[in-house]
């Protein structure tokens, strides 16, 4: 009896129901979808590249689905409140008509079990397909080719989504249980809306409202892009940062508070306008709902900035490591040794839980570089297996060179004798975003010799330079900010004073091609500085870094030879002639991994930055979608009285869309021009490592958004007619 | 369409002091006239096979220009659908409705929609104003949606409100507004257009007996000083009897009509009830 009472009216509520279901199954779809990755990535032959590539990212995304189950959640509890609430009316009647409220309760607690049964079957029905198609677009997005499709199912993907989906009932359960549990009588005496909710404000206050929140608004974009973002977490510059966004969101919230009465009197303003057809209707309804609606349109707004912005940020941060990547690895593979200094051999030496105390190990700082060729005989293949053997490069390599890089801070003295806020004073220039660290004082260049930098041209078969006794030049493969200080220093002459040595620039300016000395995704040499082989020894400085750059003898990206490095190895101390450890070995790389982690970085930023940035703005449309449908059905008298009054059903409908349009557009408006200006701000904080690109995949993701969003709109505007098609067709009388 | 000659309210003659008591309208100067409505052997059913209502039964009647006529009848006996079969909200099963000449059964929806703007007013038990808007724009609303411009939409509105006497409340919303003046601004706005026919349904049905008065007198009013033709269906004899003519309905059938003649309200008033008496005392509730 409860049973069918139920299913009766989950068919009778059913446009209510539907938006509910639709979003529920969306979220089961999406989830399922997503969280089928790790199989995906196997498929689509990512894990061939990347080992445990898959687990990874599984990893994150099973994460990042509980968060945003947690929104998925929210929104859900939300949609049904609005069900709920435009159903106390009913049940109380059942209380009338003598059910128990235990009754009523079960009744109620079917329907959403019949709603989210459906949502699961249709979800999970859709993501199966979704996450088969997926495969594709995951094999697109790592750059790889599809092994062997096959169909699949993931069960802990299904595990997963079944797990949130439960979570997510229970909630909506114990929310819908309280609505019964305070449903009374009463509710039936104060029947139908309250009219408190179409009481408009003063105009003129909404008016004054929206002006101060646009006020706020413009306050604080101007604060941002004078202050920029607070990347060194400085108090004052992160107190600032914190006031403009409280600005931002206060601003945002009044904006949208006061937007209808904005636009009423706006409108009013143009008499010719307002007093025809359904305009002054279609605006005094956009009013009325405004007390409402406002702050969850100020949500809105912010949430879709958030995603614009973080889903921009992400992919452009892939495409910056896309377009760098080619610069960043001009050889077949790289490797360094960083040297100790003589502070950190010391500490160590004291220190008997590292150095091993008596008969233990002995570190150094080296007086001279090693010889990485030679040292890295030092390392062992397959190390404790039978077939163990030392490390032999030397046959693989055909060219190489060695560079050997000092510290700026001579042994002895403890600052160093130039940093790159020494040259930004000395052109006059602010520090560029992002390096304005508290120790930036004590971070000294790297130096290497004239002679040396030489020998890396010629390997590279790049034209050497003429280096006078009196002449220095800079390195640097960083972005644009950081270029632009070394470009005005070597342009403007800037005289740079080494311990007495006065030296002059022989280029104007750098060449950020010829300043590579590992392969690298991104820029890693933030600032060298060529000096005279004469100069250098004089100046007395520390063995700092040596790189060693390798073409094999093979062929450039041999197979073979990527081979024999990826082969596990055990990586030896650095050590001196006298046997101390002087150093450790540092980053090594070859081309063909770099692209690769370049491919699966790209892959997974996009993913990520897909992933929550549609879900996301499936919530917002989700929301604003059930808000309209309510708002129309709430206002099925006032289109009926309308049509009685011989308005034609389009006329009607064209005053429900623009209702509609004001409604979907403005919280996009808002949360693209908040993006905008925030990005244009984190464009300086990526273009340190190379320049913004909108890339292909951002519009192609904005497209994907735009459909998804407009889908819902488009949704709700058809729903709506229906609605109204129904409140006219209601006979008045009877 | 649409165009008669009916006078604009904005240039309508001054308010003649006229007891409404005594004020006795000959509706036969009108009878040479050509019907302004005419209903013909009309009939509706409602339902589907094993569930069948026939709520009017072969109604026949006319309407004169500047008529004030009545319906009656019990609850039930079909008077709202009547109403609503010759507004054309709803479809009659059969027969004919002709308006000015036109027969509106015949009239596809879009043509329907349009005559029902240009030549029909409404006014229903609850007043059916949009509550989003203020009287002012409940007023406006029949003229701007037939686009009329904005300058004489307002010049009309305060026109129409003058005579109502509703001028105070033109920029309150109807939820500031008694009973009485949402009524009477309903009215207003089936004035405003200046339509063929204004229908009420039990337009007094909600207002207690002072704003009941109220509202009636502003019905002869727009009846006397705009020659408005006015259907009202009722159920309450002392409304009837404001009327020039009642017709009485009993299960969908006109049972018999009722003339006021020269006769002043209170006789009328009388005869009605003798009327109501004799149908059986099923109207006799609605005093
Ligand atoms: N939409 C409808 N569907 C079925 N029957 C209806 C409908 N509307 C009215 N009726 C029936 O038609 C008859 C006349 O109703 P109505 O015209 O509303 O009476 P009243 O004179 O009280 O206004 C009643 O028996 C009523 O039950
Ligand atoms: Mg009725």
Redo the contacts with the bound molecule.
Sequence with gaps: MLFKLAWGNVRRAGRDYLVYLLTLTLAVTVFYAFNTISVQVDIAGVGAQNPGMGETLGGIISGLTVFLAFVMGFLMVYANNFIMKRRKKEFGLYQVLGMSRGQVARVMTLETVFVSLAALVLGVALGLVLSQLMVFFTASLFKTQISNFRFFISPSALFMTVGCLVAIFLVTLVFNLRVVARARVIDLMSAGRQNETIKARNPWVSAAIFVLGLAAIIVAYVRLLHDGLPYDGQPEAMQAFLITTLIVVVGTILFFFGLSGFLLKALQGARGLYWRGLNMVTIRQLAAKVNTVSFSMAIIAMILFLAITSVTTGMSLASVMNSTVERGTPVDYTTSVMYYSQAIADEWNADPTISGGEGGVTFAAPTEPVDLMAMSANQTLNADTPDAQPFDLASIAGSYVQVDAYDSTPRGASKPLVTLKDLCDAVDMPLPAGTESSDVDSLGLQVISASNYNDYLAFRGMETLDMPADGYTLLSDMGETVNRVYDAVLKQGVELDLGGFKLHPVQDHVNADASVFVNSMMGMNSGTLVVPDAVLAALDLPPYTSYLLVNYAAGANDPESDAYIAAPRRYNDVIDAAGNIVGGWGAEATRSTTYESVNSMNGLISYLAIYIGFVLVVACAAILTIQQLSGVSDAGKNYRILSELGTSTRQISHSVLSQQTIFFIFPVVVGIAHSVVALSVIVDLIELFGGLTIAGMVSFTALIFLISYGGYFCVTYLMSKGIVRDAIRA?H?? | MGKHSAPNPQVAAPVAPTAPATFAHAGGAAAAQQPVLDVRHIEKV??SRNNV?R?LADVSFTVMRGEFVGIM?A???????LLNCVSTIDAVTSGNVLVNGADVTAMKSAKLTRFRREQLGFIFQDSNLLDTLTARENIALPLTISRVPAREVLMRVEAVAQRLSIKEVLDKYPYQMSGGQQQRVAAARALVTDPAIIMADEPTGALDSKNARLLLECFETMNRDYQATVLMVTHDSFAASYTHRVLFIRDGRIFTELRRGTSTRQEFFERIMEVVAMMGGEGSDAL
Excluded: H, N
């Design positions: 006979r009388a009877a | 409602y339902g209502t709520a009848g609850s039930g006996s079909g008077k709202s659908t």
